[in-house]
């Protein structure tokens, strides 16, 4: 209610003074049917940045990984699966190594916009281990300040990501992993966070920094 409208007014300022209210209406209207993006993000590559943990890891197993090298898509077809499984087993599990991974620059600072702009966002990871994953989230500083119990879901698959996804609609999802976006066929937007611009050819939309995420959003 307007508070002019309070006070006994001509009926000329009250009609000024609804008209006034129906614009400020109209205004908030069109501005939650444009802000219509429900956000989703991955974890590890995204969130997370591994890529010197994952050089140094490597070459305690007697490989040598560049940095280009580093990304899940690539990294997994460069090592032989029984020594791979070591490697994910120490990257994310082993207590000795899981927190030496780093904030993604710019992503504290990114989130930090979306919750004064009251976007609303979601974590979806398929880390297998939720317990192991939020000590980390915690250790960085992440949780609970940005990821907590209400907007962070942990799955299995692929597959899961994309139901999860569609379950919260989501229409906007950052994932480092190409094979991983291609399952994502519920979400209409999906982009590839590629930090070290190594897929060119990406048929995703590719994304390289948080400060390029936090303008898009």
């Not at 599990?93 to 620059?105: I, Q």
Request: aromatic residues 10%; charged residues 25%; proline residues 5%.
């Amino acid at each position: 209610m307007c508070l002019l409208s309070q006070f006994y007014l001509p009926s000329l300022q009250k009609s000024r003074c609804q008209k006034t209210n129906l614009c400020l209406v109209y205004k908030i209207t069109m501005k939650s049917q444009v802000n219509n993006k429900i956000v989703g993000f991955d974890m590890d590559g995204v969130v997370l940045d591994h890529t010197k943990n994952k050089i140094f890891l490597a070459k305690k197993l007697g490989i040598n990984i560049k940095i280009k090298e580093t990304p899940s898509d690539i990294i997994k077809g460069l090592i032989p699966s029984p020594v791979y499984s070591k490697f994910q087993i120490n990257l994310n599990d082993n207590p000795k190594f899981r927190y030496l991974c780093s904030p993604m620059p710019g992503a504290k600072e990114a989130l930090d916009k979306l919750i004064r702009t009251n976007q609303q966002y979601f974590l979806i990871s398929r880390r297998k281990k939720p317990i192991r994953a939020v000590k980390i989230l915690k250790h960085h500083g992440f949780w609970p300040r940005y990821f907590n119990k209400t907007n962070t879901f942990f799955v299995l698959t692929p597959k899961d990501k994309d139901e999860k996804s569609k379950e919260l609609g989501i229409t906007h999802y950052f994932d480092d992993q190409q094979t991983v976006l291609n399952e994502l066929v519920g979400v209409k937007n999906r982009f590839l966070f590629d930090s070290l611009e190594v897929f060119k050819n990406s048929p995703h939309r590719r994304i390289k920094s948080w400060k390029k995420i936090s303008k898009l959003i």
